[in-house]
């Protein structure tokens, strides 16, 4: 039995796009076709889970048990 498949040398998925910007993505900062696109979806992913912690804590602000 040999599974040598190096997962390295695969190249990238047909089609697949820049999350970000929808440019055709490159190798090295796959799924995102550049550092730029990386770091921008990673901000706006941030933001939102900021956003979200802040919901949660006034959220239960109005919990009221009864
Ligand atoms: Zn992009």
């Given at each position: ?16 796009k ?11 900062h ?37």
């Amino acid at each position: 039995m040999s599974t040598d498949k190096k997962i390295e040398s695969i190249p990238l998925s047909k089609g697949q796009k820049c999350p970000t910007c929808q440019k055709p993505a490159s190798l090295k900062h796959r799924p995102f076709c550049s550092k730029r696109c990386a770091d921008l979806d990673l901000g706006q992913w941030l933001n939102e889970g900021y956003k979200i912690a802040s919901e949660e804590e006034s959220d239960m602000d109005e919990y009221d048990p009864g």
